[in-house]
């Protein structure tokens, strides 16, 4: 199993499965007896007695001299009969079609013309035969006739009927994963469908849900794929739980969330920001509860709950860029003004802008009059490239902004708190059984079409825009990431302080802190103890 703590569950289980191994309990692929090679050997050895396997590896096997072989090998056809190993018509049980260019029919033949020029070119590019097939060893071939997907899988004896079994992990077994629009409701649907071609199991399957932390919460799905940003209201308000993260392969360039100013504020650290205007790209976000955590740990918001409540206290005016209803009732919580949430600037003429938490923030501090947004430094060229042609923003580059330390200091890689780019999530007390599904399932996934080593010519790519259902917000050209346990990923997380993760796993509801409790002067104690005595006197 992908999970190797699942597999060694599965190999103490089902015992015989590796029972040739020299280590049943870690049989690998540096035993004798492991995968497709594994069987041969079991054959030949005489440990078994029928072997099922490619023929073209059962040949090369039984023609090592090397190989003993107890007894004549043959094939077994369908069926009864045998025939000889080296057969010029062997028996087969199923065949693989090779793979093919395919193209919308009304322009196949141009297609098809295209190709034969470029590939008859003296020196074909290196790029045009990735496109095809990233291990090309041979020109492809000629098609006399076109035909359609079914006509040509149908030539291959076996494989239409082979791929219409029932599989194992259907029904009931199906990991439901919850999306919250059409657009990531298509992409699911695709790589459900790309994962079932490729064998993995269990299925995926995609449901649709307004509010997807609800869905999980009430069982309604298994699953679902969350940004950083919901992260605590999750694991607060719906008692769900990361069982995997997206993170980038070069740690250092997680997400990060800063306290930014522009370079020439006066602010020198956190607590200066006090009864100033902040800008935040949600509330109960990654910069709001980093700012909040840290806060508390200073008891600068004196014991003051919730954490809304604090923050209302602590700044003068508070703007969020997605709306939420637990602003209702904080008269200085606003949502950002539409006047930079919805435009953007090229050449003097306004364009719709693709609604970003994190670059309405920004705007807000860069020309709405915050004083501090809470976002991450790495993404300021990009905010800045929305505000481009906005008389209000002329002058401003990447050096007109600082972020703010905790200390005295202040430097631009000075973080709050970094972590995952999203998460995903199931129910807390999901049963082990359902958790094992859908950490095989994404495991699965992520090493078919995620994981750095898979070919640049994959079928499906999980983290690019086109179709990527986790955050993706880095430029594309530096976006390199994969899915890592949660269990992983927090132990190398432990190494380098203020981890998102680490800092909300244990947090519950804001409660008063001790020091902030009610209490009473010794003297007035003493005054209405004597109170109390002459009332009884």
Known sequence: AADPEIDGQLKNKYKSMCGLCDVPSVCSQRDKYWGRQGALYCLSDCLGDVAWSMLKDARLHFSNVDVSVCKDVSLLCPDGSTRPLNSSDPCVWVTRPVPVIAAKRAKAADIQKMLKQV?????????????????????????????????????????LSANSMSLCGQGSRAVSLCVSSLQDKIKCDWLAAVARVYGLQPSLSCLYGADCLISVANNSAVATIAITDTLLPAIRDHNLKPLLVQMPLNMKKAKAVSAVVKVNSSFKKLTDLKGKKACFPSVDGMGWTSFALKMQKTNSFNGICPYIKAMSKFFSDICVSKPSSAISGYSNIRICSAGYNEMSYEEGELHELSYDNEAVAFQCLAIGGGDVAFISTDSIPKFLEHLRGNPEAEGLTVDSFRALCEGDAASHDCTLSWGSSSQVLVRDKILPSREEDVRSLFIGLNNLFGHPNTPSTRTFDMFVESNSLFDISDPPEVVHQRLEQIEDFLKKAKLRPNNYEISVQPMDKCSPSSASQLYLPFSTLLIIICLLFSNNN
């Open 119 to 159: 590939l008859n070119m003296p020196d074909t590019p290196y790029d045009f035969i990735r496109l095809l097939e990233s291990n090309l060893i041979v020109p492809p071939l000629e098609l006399k006739s076109s035909l359609t997907p079914n006509d040509y899988l149908a030539t291959a004896p076996g494989f």
